[in-house]
């Protein structure tokens, strides 16, 4: 007998039915509760509400879990490319030696963006924020690919979409860098691999090859592959419900990227930074800062800390912990804001106001030391998530048209005035 849960309004009951994901979860299906009930359900930043039935990404914020496709993001982060695990992320299995292969000469054919997509580049003040560029220059992507705005396409003009979208983000990034430094823009190299070629066309020189790091090229893919997807946040929530209006591609990435940019979502990343540099200059005390996170009068929060799901450590967060120590150390730095976090983590840790609240680091807590190791700016550390989490974005995007999900539009309760009359502006 299926399980149904009972709702009593009055005197009447009704059977709401019950479906449990491949995970064990549960949820009660209210598809029809208005039709039945003349009722709507009111759960204000979706904290109870789940939005789609997916099969991308699974976690488990009490056990600190988190799969993609089934595979645990440990074993994907320590034996995987960011590439392999794009591929698995939109296509939904791991790929053949011949599948990779054919899947990374596609992205190599289109890495080239238009030359008129320069003067967008051009139009940006030269310290304008590199994510509202990357959001504005993604959404003028389409502007070349008028084949992409059809919103019914073929799957071969919608995996054309897919590969086109995910091949030039890296140079566009990578340019958006460059043209913040004032240096002239470099052209992708299609002799290399998606990642090495990103930051060859970041960190090479105009002139000569220049051999990346393999330190550095290892350290990007981990940390792009620990960013790819993480089921229904914010940004990804953002893409799906723009793309189910029949956006194309680039309208829904843009808008994912918008999302991600909040500090309170992908922009926590630069927000640590900036935090833990603040402590710094004011003379390291994280017992000062501690108190005032947990100051309801002081707007100051512990960036880096908290998450609507995990309320155990982020699996991503220990990974790219260990991952710090191992790429300063290669690499010959010694970063004094790694010191302050780790302090932070552990007074944090012990103090009952976060362990009460269940706040542990998140992702952004440490990715941050390791792209200002890698040489990235910090401005630069949002745009590199949304780098990492585009994979995930066209997966849930490409999963919503899939599935032929309806358009979002969410019910609301008025709390607003009832009835009033036009009064003249002479009488008011
Ligand atoms: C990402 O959803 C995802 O999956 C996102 C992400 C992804 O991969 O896509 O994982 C990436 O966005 C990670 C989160 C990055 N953001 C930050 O690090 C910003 C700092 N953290 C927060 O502002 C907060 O923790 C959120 C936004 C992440 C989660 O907020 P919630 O779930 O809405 O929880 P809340 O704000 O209601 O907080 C619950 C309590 C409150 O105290 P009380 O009112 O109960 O007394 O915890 C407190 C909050 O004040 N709290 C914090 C805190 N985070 C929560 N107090 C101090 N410092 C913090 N960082």
């Not at 209210?30 to 009722?39: A, N």
């Not at 990357?134 to 690919?145: G, K, T």
């Not at 995990?310 to 300063?328: E, H, M, Q, W």
């Amino acid at each position: 007998m299926a399980e149904t849960a009972q709702l009593k309004i009055g005197d009447k009951t009704f059977e709401l039915p019950v479906i449990e994901g491949t995970e064990g979860e549960k949820a009660i299906d209210i598809s029809k509760l208005r039709d039945q009930t003349g009722y709507v359900t009111l759960d204000i930043g979706y904290k109870n509400t789940g939005a789609t039935k997916s099969a991308i990404t699974f976690l488990d914020g009490e056990q600190g879990i988190l799969k993609y496709r089934g595979y645990p993001i440990e074993q994907l982060a320590e034996k995987s490319s960011f590439i392999e695990v794009a591929y698995l992320l939109i296509y939904g299995e791991l790929p053949t030696a011949d599948q990779l292969k054919a899947f990374q000469y596609e992205l190599s054919r289109h890495t080239l963006v238009h030359e008129d997509m320069k003067k967008f580049f051009d139009g940006f003040p030269s310290k304008s924020h590199p994510m509202g560029q990357l959001s504005s220059l993604v959404s003028a992507l389409s502007a070349f690919y008028p084949e992409s705005l059809k919103p019914s396409q073929t799957t071969e003009e919608l995996n054309q979409s897919i590969i086109k979208m995910l091949a030039k983000m890296a140079t566009v990034v990578s340019w958006i860098y460059k043209k913040s430094l004032g240096h002239p823009v470099i052209y992708p190299k299609n002799k290399y691999d998606y990642v090495t070629n990103f930051l060859y066309m970041t960190f090479g020189q105009r002139t000569e090859d220049v051999t990346i790091d393999p330190v550095v090229i290892d350290a990007m893919n981990k940390l792009l592959i620990l960013h790819a997807d993480h089921e229904q946040n914010c940004s990804a929530s953002t893409v799906r419900i723009v793309g189910s209006s029949d956006s194309n591609i680039y309208a829904s990435v843009s808008a994912g990227i918008s999302a991600l940019w909040g500090p309170l979502h992908g922009g926590a990343n630069q927000a640590v930074i900036e935090m833990l540099e603040k402590i710094k200059e004011d003379g390291g005390d994280t017992d000062k800062w501690i108190a005032k996170a947990k100051d309801k009068n002081d707007p100051f929060r512990l960036m880096g800390f908290g998450h609507r799901v995990y309320k155990n450590f982020d699996p991503r967060a220990k990974i790219i912990k260990k991952a710090c120590d191992d790429i300063l150390e290669k690499l010959g730095i010694n970063d004094e804001v790694l010191e302050i976090a780790k302090k932070l983590e552990e007074v944090a840790l012990k103090d009952p106001y976060f362990v009460e609240r269940k706040l542990y680091p998140n992702v952004d807590f440490y990715s941050g030391i390791i792209y200002r190791a890698l040489g990235f700016p910090t401005d630069m550390f949002t745009v590199l998530f949304a780098l990492g989490r585009l994979p995930g974005w066209i997966a849930q995007w490409k999963e919503m048209k899939e599935n032929k999900e309806p358009i979002g539009r969410p019910r609301q309760i008025y709390v607003g005035a009832t009835s009033k009359e036009y009064v003249d502006i002479a009488n008011r």
